[in-house]
């Protein structure tokens, strides 16, 4: 009893909870990943059309909906009922997060896959059915490629929105966290595609990447400037992340290891005063995934005893 008090009194003693909450970062990560990888191979197609052969594009354009996918698996185990996922699908609630994501998995999907098998015709001569749809969607390549920049940049900015409408959890509840959740998705995006592309792509890559860091630094500052300079429970919540029980995590994985240290590399690489070292996208993709569990799991300790 004593213990409880204390925790309720003290903001930084990190509360008794029965579960480490991992389902719903996940989902978050890899939904904002899918999101991202969208974006930036549709917008290369948009830019270029001989874009489809480069092959980080055509690796991000087919995991994109993989990696969705995915993600919605986790999100499947957290909901209570899963047999009744379903009923999402059987009305649209306009003042409802949770509607419109599920409505906008309709639009990503069959644009996405169909992205992916044109990017990939050349590996698919064997079923008639899907060749002939192939050739009829082709020719429309750069239209539908428009359609999911603006279905990806939805998906990534909607990870972000679900959370911050939970109003029972003030440190979730900022109009800022679905800027922050969609540059940190592009910009691991940018990683994933970095990682896997040609050895000549990669300083193309490494100032995509850079730029969008420093948005996501910039969406980061945000965040926490208007936490700490608002009332009442946002800003006790603020006070919480980052001067808490979570505030080394938060402090070294994210803001050090995952924003500041790759925006030096990357910076240093594309003055051609450092070699490219892969060490550079891992910390993007950690402090990326880091962002996730921090913020859900702190959201949820705090409001435990708020």
Same mark, same amino acid.
């Given at each position: 009893m004593t213990e409880i008090i204390s925790n309720k009194l003290n903001p930084y003693v990190y509360p008794n909870l029965d579960i480490w909450h991992y389902e719903i970062p996940l989902y978050l990560f890899l939904g904002g990943l899918a999101g991202g990888l969208l974006i930036l191979s549709s917008g290369m197609i948009l830019f270029k059309k001989e874009s489809i052969e480069n092959k980080a594009v055509r690796w991000a354009t087919l995991l994109s909906p993989v990696i969705l996918s995915i993600g919605m698996l986790f999100l499947l185990l957290d909901l209570? *009922?899963?047999?009744?996922? +379903?009923? *999402?699908?059987?009305?649209? #609630?306009?003042?409802? =997060? @949770?509607? +419109? $994501? &599920? +409505?906008?998995?309709? !639009?990503?999907? =069959?644009? /996405? %896959? @169909?992205?992916?098998? !044109? %990017?990939f015709k050349d590996y698919i001569n064997f079923y008639p059915f899907i060749l002939k749809t192939i050739k009829i969607t082709e020719p429309h390549l750069q239209k539908i490629a428009v359609v999911n920049v603006h279905i990806g940049t939805g998906i990534g900015v909607y990870t972000g929105?679900?959370? /911050?409408?939970f109003y029972a959890r003030p440190l979730w509840n900022s109009s800022v966290l679905g800027f922050l959740f969609l540059l940190s998705g592009i910009s691991t995006a940018a990683a994933v595609m970095l990682i896997i592309c040609n050895s000549g792509d990669k300083r193309t890559f490494l100032k995509v990447d850079m730029y969008l860091i420093s948005l996501e630094g910039f969406? &980061?500052?945000? *965040?926490? #400037? $208007? $936490?700490?300079?608002?009332? $009442?429970?946002?800003?006790? &919540? @603020? %006070?919480?992340? !980052? /001067?808490g029980t979570y505030a080394a995590w938060f402090w070294v994985l994210f803001i050090l290891c995952g924003l500041i240290i790759p925006l030096l590399l990357e910076t240093l690489e594309v003055l051609n005063k450092v070699r490219y070292s892969p060490l550079v996208p891992l910390l993007v993709i950690i402090g990326s995934l880091s962002l996730r569990f921090i913020i859900v799991n702190a959201g949820q300790s705090f409001s435990t005893f708020y």
């Amino acid at each position: 009893m004593t213990e409880i008090i204390s925790n309720k009194l003290n903001p930084y003693v990190y509360p008794n909870l029965d579960i480490w909450h991992y389902e719903i970062p996940l989902y978050l990560f890899l939904g904002g990943l899918a999101g991202g990888l969208l974006i930036l191979s549709s917008g290369m197609i948009l830019f270029k059309k001989e874009s489809i052969e480069n092959k980080a594009v055509r690796w991000a354009t087919l995991l994109s909906p993989v990696i969705l996918s995915i993600g919605m698996l986790f999100l499947l185990l957290d909901l209570e *009922f899963k047999i009744h996922f +379903w009923r *999402f699908y059987t009305a649209f #609630i306009f003042t409802s =997060p @949770m509607s +419109w $994501g &599920a +409505w906008m998995l309709l !639009i990503f999907y =069959p644009f /996405s %896959v @169909m992205q992916a098998l !044109i %990017v990939f015709k050349d590996y698919i001569n064997f079923y008639p059915f899907i060749l002939k749809t192939i050739k009829i969607t082709e020719p429309h390549l750069q239209k539908i490629a428009v359609v999911n920049v603006h279905i990806g940049t939805g998906i990534g900015v909607y990870t972000g929105v679900l959370l /911050s409408t939970f109003y029972a959890r003030p440190l979730w509840n900022s109009s800022v966290l679905g800027f922050l959740f969609l540059l940190s998705g592009i910009s691991t995006a940018a990683a994933v595609m970095l990682i896997i592309c040609n050895s000549g792509d990669k300083r193309t890559f490494l100032k995509v990447d850079m730029y969008l860091i420093s948005l996501e630094g910039f969406a &980061a500052t945000l *965040f926490i #400037i $208007g $936490g700490v300079t608002s009332a $009442g429970a946002f800003h006790d &919540a @603020m %006070v919480y992340l !980052i /001067s808490g029980t979570y505030a080394a995590w938060f402090w070294v994985l994210f803001i050090l290891c995952g924003l500041i240290i790759p925006l030096l590399l990357e910076t240093l690489e594309v003055l051609n005063k450092v070699r490219y070292s892969p060490l550079v996208p891992l910390l993007v993709i950690i402090g990326s995934l880091s962002l996730r569990f921090i913020i859900v799991n702190a959201g949820q300790s705090f409001s435990t005893f708020y």
